[in-house]
């Protein structure tokens, strides 16, 4: 990377915040930007799925701005700056890759993650931070995200099935507390039973490997592609979304994911 742009973009930023800068940049504090940052790395993700390059760059640039802005409203404040983060990261990535840049062999992924796990621990610990296992996974993320997070964690301290089997069971018996707790008509107990089916079923999706996320999402993204063919289809016979039947929708919807599954072949 060239150094003068970094230093562009940092000082572009600095003349958005300065006294004749825009209005609305000048009034965000760290606090405020936090939906800004979520949404924006979820926007870098939604690219790099399209695949298409243009998309990613621009998206991975709309996220570093918003880095860029967090630093500088830190750095106004006297507590860092950009510098300082990028000191600090390349510090901490090279204290957690000891299989490269120093003496410790590591290999397979399997051993980077448990030396990731041993020294981000001892970190915590040396600063005073004595915590559980499963401490350090923000609250801010998303539940399923969090909830894969957890599994893995307990999945290393040794609290994990044995088998597939032992989870699918786990799944069906929580179906089966969830599908009677339904049957009683108690709210909080079905509410209860139902958050247990969505951790079993996370749990599984961790040890087939699946990041839950990721396939909620794509699984949305299904939705409203087909969706969207139904209201395309009625449209162009001039026809209200409202007008159609269930079965008709039902058709259509059969359709378009016939069309999905033909496109995926021709394309692989």
């Known amino acids: ?33 936090t939906p800004f940052i979520i949404e924006e790395a979820y926007e870098v993700v939604g690219a790099i799925e399209s695949g298409k390059a243009s998309d990613i760059m621009e998206e991975l640039g709309d996220l570093l701005f918003q880095i860029i802005f967090a630093a500088q409203i830190a750095n106004e404040k006297r507590k860092f700056d950009i510098t300082d ?15 490269v840049f120093g003496k410790v062999r590591a290999e397979t992924p399997a051993d980077v993650l448990k030396h990731w796990a041993r020294i981000k621990k001892e970190e915590k610990e040396k600063g ?16 399923l995200l969090r909830a894969h997070k957890i599994t893995e964690k307990a999945s290393r ?45 996370v749990n599984l999706s961790r040890f087939i490997e699946v990041n839950p996320e990721e396939a909620l999402r794509k699984t949305i993204g299904r939705f409203i ?15 209200p979304l409202q007008s159609a039947s269930l079965e008709e929708m039902e058709r259509l919807w059969q359709e378009a994911k016939a069309k999905e599954k033909k496109r995926t072949i021709t394309e692989s």
């Open 128 to 143: 005073g931070k004595k915590e559980g296992c499963l401490s350090g996974i923000p609250d801010a993320f998303p539940s």
């Open 1 to 33: 990377m060239k150094k003068d742009a970094l230093d562009k973009l940092t000082s572009l930023m600095e003349r958005l915040r300065g006294p004749k800068g825009c209005p609305w940049d000048r009034e965000q504090t760290l606090e405020s930007l």
């Open 225 to 239: 592609s087909r969706f969207h063919y139904i209201e395309k289809t009625l449209d162009k016979k001039k026809r």
């Open 85 to 99: 983060v990028m000191e600090a990261s390349v510090e901490k990535m090279t204290r957690r890759h000891p299989h």
């Open 157 to 201: 301290a040794g609290f994990d099935w044995k088998n597939l089997k032992g989870v699918l069971g786990k799944v069906n018996e929580e179906l089966s507390e969830f599908m009677e707790a339904l049957s009683t008509g108690d709210a909080k107990r079905t509410e209860e039973e139902f958050g247990d089916l969505l951790f079993s079923l």
